[in-house]
C-alpha cells in the first residue's frame, strides 16, 4: 500500500506570495492532518479534515486554510506569506477520526524569502 | 505554551545499553499518548502507544511508561542499536495532537 504523499517536496516563495500544498492520505484513510514543523518548535497543529469538513484547528492565523476534496486527498493554502512562515509543512493521515495511529507524509520545506 | 515537554534535546548511548527518553505533560485530560521517530528528510514513523488508562506497554525492544500522577511518560529502548539513531518525538492526544519538540538519539557503535 502505497504511503502518504505530499507534493511538491521543496518550494521557495517570496514574502507576501501565496502557496498550495498538496497531500494525498494512503488509500482508505479518510482523516488528514497537517502539521507545521520548526527548529525549537516541535510539530505544531494545523487543522484536521475528515469527509470534507474541517474537525480541528490550531492557533494558527487566518492566512492558512486548507480542504479536503471528497477522494479524501487535502490541499492547506498559505496567503501572504511571511519570512515566519519558513518551515517544514507535514501531512498525516489515519483511516478515521477515532483512529490515534497517525500516517506522515515526507513533508514539504517553505523556504519564504 | 507547550503542552507537551521534552527537556532534553539530545541524547547519546552505548550501543547494547538502554536508551531513556523523557516526556512531560501537562494536561491532565490527555487520553492517548504516543512516540514517533522520525530519520532525516522523511515524515515522522509511529513507534509505540500508550492509553491513559494503562501505565506500561510492550513492543520487543520498545517499551512506554506512563506515570500520571507525575504527569510523566518514558520510551525505554533496550537494547539500543545505531539504526535507532533518530529524533524521537512524544504526542499526546485531546480532540488534536500535541507534540514534544523531540529528542536527537545518538547510538554510538
Redesign the interface.
Known sequence: KAG?TQTPRYLIKTRGQQVTLSCSPISGHRSV?W?QQTP??????LF?YFSETQR?K?NFPGRFSGRQFSNSRSEMNVSTLELGDSALY?C?SSLDVES????????TRLTVT | D?Q?K?NSPSLSVQEGRISILNCDYTNSMFD?F?W?KKYP??????LI?ISSIKDKNEDGRFTVFLNKSAKHLSLHIVPSQPGDSAVY?C?A?E????????TSLTVIP
Open positions: 502518504v492532518s502539521y525549537g518548535q516541535g510539530l505544531q497543529f484536521e480541528n490550531g507535514l498525516a490515534y495511529e497517525q500516517y506522515f507524509g515526507p513533508g | 507547550q507537551v521534552q492517548y504516543l514517533y528528510a522523511e515524515g515522522p514513523t509511529f502507544s518525538f504526542a492526544s480532540y488534536q495532537f500535541y507534540f514534544g519538540t523531540g
